[in-house]
């Protein structure tokens, strides 16, 4: 029988002081577990008593978190306020109009579908992303331990729990092998909790040390976690300024279409000589282009194509806003493991100290790996290089915690012996003055892991225990480059994102990796420990340099803090328990595939291919969307902005409204439509910028008030010029003519910089319309007919006006506020 099974079923020694039930830990010094905390195994449920819990339905039917269902991206997509406003005037105007007069309400309902079917692709991507990185705990049946779907937990499971496991319903503790729980994120607590047989666990917490199991006492919505609904239970990124600045542009819009349309329909169904349905379509014809109906659409469309393209590199994006944030971040927190290392490790040379016996020591190494029941990466290698003694007996076990940087445990050797061995960091467990400190710093300055094995004189769990153990040998770990960790902190360099490597392993060591990498200032490593506590001169120190070594979970998580106090968006990313407090912390949080239950349940981003090279591919994704939507959110409310300043002026001079809607679905569908779908989705590399509605108002307004003008001048002058029958219709041309070309020019400027598909694409907007001109049947369908060459000519002259007054508005926006 290996040493792993024995633990569970060999006590420590008796007369160790009792513990409260659900007491506070000492991180660093921890106190001795009675004996009834490894009691014996259980069997778990068999599978007739699972099976007559599944037919009660007393099963953790919880919903799966990634995304919407069908029913509500339906009801997202169609019924909303402006759907409702287009709907009821275009029923209206198939009953009073022409068909092409109603063509917008096709290009809604064209738009609607568009909208169902990315986001429908997106959710089918999620979904499948989210069961390839689903938690899938261990639970006891029939005596076996056998993982399985969340959702297949049935209440009275016995669900085992090891080092970085999430809880994932709420239970009573069955076994407890010197467990610490992390209920931080549902208390707040940051310190963690030791538990012991009996005591409860709620779900939502996770294991920072030791093991155990625990029966399942309530499952599906019971569950506390379940319970607390989206506020706790999804810890992610709730707040998107794209969203909500979208949101607020709508609400104004609303407001002033209201008093706005009004006016426009009591004026032109009191204008003389007109006809009533011909008013009611010049009527629809002002309101309809008011709405920016696209847009909403289009940045649905642009975050789900992203979900989808980042799939497809297997990154489950857990809550949308998630690919806008990272586009915003400027500072990237590294945990070295897991991170810029891949998480194996080898064992490369051990090193006996003071002329400790080799043989011996390889069997304490053996034994020490065996005592662990879920051993770390370090232990792993250890435990693949020195094999587990059969006569060696573990008789207590402390287990390896970030917080006190150590693991322990005592053994009766076989020969009637006894000892007590600690394994861990050698600049916490030897003095400062230890002369071994200095071959060590040689090791770490290679970029090496360095452990110390060391014989402690006293009990395993006094607070002292570390004070005056001898050092035995120290064991060098070599840790193995992820391959793409360099390519990628070249990219955050190039970008502007600044790198932060933040590790619990000794800091010479963690600069000396990132040297290697090439990460700028590697070479200016801190130790933490001399990190001031307060977060002013914390976050000093953050910003003057790039590599933290023997940083602690609680400091992950206040350097996460500082940071974000001198106006830095911060992504961390991690793959241990150690990790979960900055991750939540932290503006977004990006976990690997491989991490821990805990370290996933928290992040906003998971890399299920382990590959850190993928964050690039996210930043580009989020700053495409943003910087997109911007651009196109620029097109589609300079077309309110006029909309609602036409309207105006034509109630003002008690004129007919210049446009029937035909008109302005040309104009809109050339000028905004097509080419604000290739132009959202093209790559944009700029990073994104705050205050999404001020920047977007300070081009449309001026934008908007320029083609109104141009557009009412060239219509009171046509009005003056042409006379007689059809003369609305001259009218409606020549101002259609210069609406179309100053916006085009608009269009021209969102475009720039050119590149050859985006000149491409101006140039087809312009063949389009010019074919409408010259095709007869076109200048029918759309009633649009030049006559006479003066007004024409005089149309596109004060279009020229207007580009150039565009031009000097754009640049000297840009001039004050910064492109």
């Not at 709620?202 to 309530?218: E, H, I, N, Q």
């Not at 011996?360 to 003694?389: F, H, Q």
């Not at 939507?629 to 210049?658: D, H, M």
């Not at 009633?783 to 000297?812: C, D, F, H, M, Y």
């Amino acid at each position: 029988m290996t040493q792993r099974a024995r633990i569970h079923m060999d006590g420590p020694e008796p007369g160790g002081p009792a513990i409260d039930a659900g007491a506070e830990l000492d991180p660093v010094h921890p106190r001795k577990p009675p004996k009834s905390a490894l009691a014996p195994r259980a069997e778990g449920l068999t599978t007739a008593e699972v099976a007559e819990r599944v037919a009660r339905g007393e099963v953790n039917d919880i919903p799966v978190r990634s995304s919407r269902s069908t029913v509500d991206i339906v009801r997202a997509n169609v019924f909303t306020r402006f759907n409702a406003i287009i709907g009821v005037l275009w029923v209206i105007m198939l009953f009073v109009a022409p068909f092409q007069d109603s063509l917008f309400g096709y290009v809604i309902i064209a738009n609607t579908g568009i909208g169902i079917i990315q986001e429908l692709r997106a959710k089918k991507t999620l979904d499948s992303l989210a069961l390839i990185g689903e938690a899938r705990p261990k639970v006891r049946r029939d005596g076996t331990a056998v993982e399985i779907s969340t959702s297949e937990i049935v209440l009275g499971d016995l669900v085992e729990l090891g080092p970085g496991d999430k809880v994932v319903v709420d239970g009573d503790m069955s076994e407890a092998d010197n467990l610490e729980i992390d209920e931080s994120l549902l208390t707040g607590e940051a310190d963690p909790v030791i538990k012991h047989p009996g005591d409860p666990v709620m779900s939502g917490s996770f294991v920072v040390a030791g093991g155990g199991a625990f029966t399942a006492t309530k499952v599906g919505r019971e569950a506390y976690a379940a319970q607390l609904a989206e506020e706790a239970s999804r810890f992610t990124l709730v707040h998107s300024e794209l969203r909500s600045g979208i949101s607020t542009i709508l609400k104004y819009v609303t407001w002033m279409m209201i008093p706005t349309a009004i006016g426009l329909v009591i004026s032109q169904l009191v204008v003389k000589d007109n006809n009533f349905k011909d008013s009611v379509a010049r009527t629809v014809g002002g309101i309809v282009p008011m709405i920016p109906e696209g847009l909403v659409l289009l940045t649905s469309v642009a975050f789900a194509i992203g979900v989808i393209r980042l799939g497809r590199k297997q990154c489950l994006v857990q809550e949308l806003p998630a690919i806008e944030g990272l586009a915003r971040v400027d500072v990237v927190c590294l945990d070295k493991t897991g991170t810029l290392t891949e998480g194996g490790m080898d064992v490369t040379e051990l090193r006996p100290l003071g002329g400790a016996d080799e043989s011996y020591v390889r069997k304490v190494l053996g034994a020490l790996g065996e005592s662990d029941p879920r051993p770390n990466a370090s232990l792993k290698a250890i435990i693949d290089t020195y094999p587990d003694s059969e006569d060696w007996r573990c008789t207590e076990s402390l287990p390896f915690s970030s917080a006190r940087k150590y693991s322990g445990a005592s053994f009766s050797e076989g020969n009637g012996e006894s000892s007590t061995w600690l394994l861990g960091a050698p600049d916490v467990l030897l003095p400062q003055d230890d002369a071994a400190l200095a071959e060590i710093e040689q090791l770490n300055e290679q970029g090496l892991r360095v452990l110390l094995l060391a014989r402690a004189a006293g009990d395993l769990y006094a607070a002292s225990v570390a004070a005056g153990a001898r050092p035995t040998a120290l064991v060098v770990l070599e840790q193995r480059l992820r391959p793409d960790a360099a390519d990628t902190l070249r990219y955050f360099d190039e970008q502007k994102v600044h790198a932060k490597v933040i590790s619990g392993d000794n800091a010479v060591s963690v600069g000396a990796v990132a040297g290697k990498l090439g990460l700028p200032g590697a070479q200016n490593t801190v130790d933490a420990r001399r990190l001031p506590a307060e977060q002013a001169p914390m976050g000093e120190s953050l910003d003057a340099h790039s590599v933290f070594g023997r940083v602690t979970p609680q400091q992950k998580r206040d350097m996460v803090g500082a940071l974000q106090s001198r106006g830095h968006t911060v992504a961390m990313t991690g793959d241990g328990v150690n990790d979960v407090l900055a991750l939540k912390d932290a503006d977004i949080g990006v976990s690997m595939g491989s991490g821990s239950e805990a370290t996933k349940a928290v992040a906003q981003i998971v890399l299920l291919n382990n590959s850190f090279a993928t964050l690039p591919s996210v930043v580009a994704e989020g700053r495409r969307v943003i910087g997109n939507i911007t651009r196109v959110a620029t097109l589609f409310l300079t077309k309110t902005v006029y909309s609602v300043l036409l309207a105006i002026l034509v109630v003002c001079w008690q004129v007919e409204y210049p446009f029937l809607p035909r008109h302005l679905t040309l104009l809109s569908t050339l000028t905004i439509g097509v080419p604000a779908f290739f132009l959202a989705l093209a790559p944009n590399k700029e990073r994104a910028k705050p205050e999404f509605v001020r920047r977007v108002m300070r081009y449309a307004i001026p934008a908007g008030v320029i083609a109104a003008a141009t557009t009412f001048a060239t219509y009171l002058l046509a009005r003056s010029y042409y006379s007689g029958p059809g003369s609305l219709d001259a009218e409606t041309s020549a101002a259609t003519l210069t609406l179309f070309l100053v916006s085009m020019w608009v269009l021209a400027i969102i475009a720039r910089p050119y590149t050859w598909w985006r000149v491409c694409l101006v140039a087809a907007m312009a063949a389009g319309f010019l074919i409408v001109l010259i095709v007869p049947w076109l200048q029918d369908f759309f009633a649009l007919k030049l006559v006479g060459a003066v007004l024409p000519w005089t149309a596109v002259g004060i279009a020229a006006a207007g580009a150039v007054l565009l031009e000097v508005a754009w640049r000297a926006v840009a001039r004050r506020y910064g492109a």
